[in-house]
């Protein structure tokens, strides 16, 4: 089954760390851009980092960076999102997503990230 | 980064409806917008992509079209399960950004 499945997200205090992972199966990883995208209740959607297949590319949205890092393991099929220095801001919805040519195809089912202290 | 302004935020309408979301971007993006289909509770779903490439999968009653900054999904007869939020997003540059959706509602 082609599938993304999310993990890591929780509970943390403002200032503190968490890592998300993604876990891909069911299609061939490393052929893929992949990207972290959030999301707030009524609020859009936010591609909060970029990694482009072999890892040479990565992009964030300005309001993370310095802050959240993005890597990928195409041998273990898995993305990871390490953020740094957490704000309520950062609270939301976290879904891995897989990038087609101007689009996103295939969304894990997210993982809530809460931020309060 | 490119903004992308949608309207309306919300529209109500009655099965077999004509319904059109309209997506403006805040600088030229080609043909490089989709559009997304989100119930509750759920990721969102990719209908259009590449201003009007419609998704393997996707019911042809949604259609996508525009260029430039101006952009438009359109439903063409609302059936019961289309109730939901819709989101257009532009992939001109990274990072990607969406619109705020639009919510169709039952009338």
């Known amino acids: 089954e082609v599938q993304l499945v999310e993990s890591g997200g929780g509970l943390v205090q403002p200032g503190g760390s968490l890592r998300l992972s993604c876990v891909a199966s069911?299609?061939?990883?490393?052929?893929?851009?992949m990207s972290w995208v959030r999301q707030t209740p009524g609020k859009g959607l936010e591609w909060v980092a970029t990694i482009k297949q072999d890892g040479s590319e990565k992009y964030f949205v300005d309001s993370v960076k310095g802050r959240f890092t993005i890597s990928r393991d195409n041998a273990e099929n898995s993305m990871h999102l390490q953020m740094n220095s957490l704000r309520v801001d950062d609270a939301a919805r976290y879904y891995c997503a897989r990038l087609i040519l101007g689009a996103t195809d295939l969304w894990g089912q997210g993982t809530l990230v809460t931020v309060s202290s | 980064d490119i903004q992308m302004t949608q309207s309306p935020s919300s529209v109500s309408a009655s099965v077999g409806d004509r319904v059109t979301i309209t997506c403006r971007a805040s600088q030229d993006i080609n043909i490089w917008s989709a559009w997304y289909q989100q119930k509750p509770g759920k990721a969102p779903k990719l209908l259009i992509s590449a201003a009007s490439s419609l998704q393997t999968g996707a019911p042809s009653r949604f259609s996508g079209s525009g260029s430039g900054t101006e952009f438009t999904l359109t439903i063409s007869s609302l059936q019961p399960e289309d109730f939901a939020t819709y989101y257009c997003q532009q992939a001109k540059g990274f990072p990607w950004t969406s619109g705020q959706g639009t919510k169709v509602e039952i009338k």
């Open positions: 069911g299609f061939t990883f490393s052929n893929h851009w």
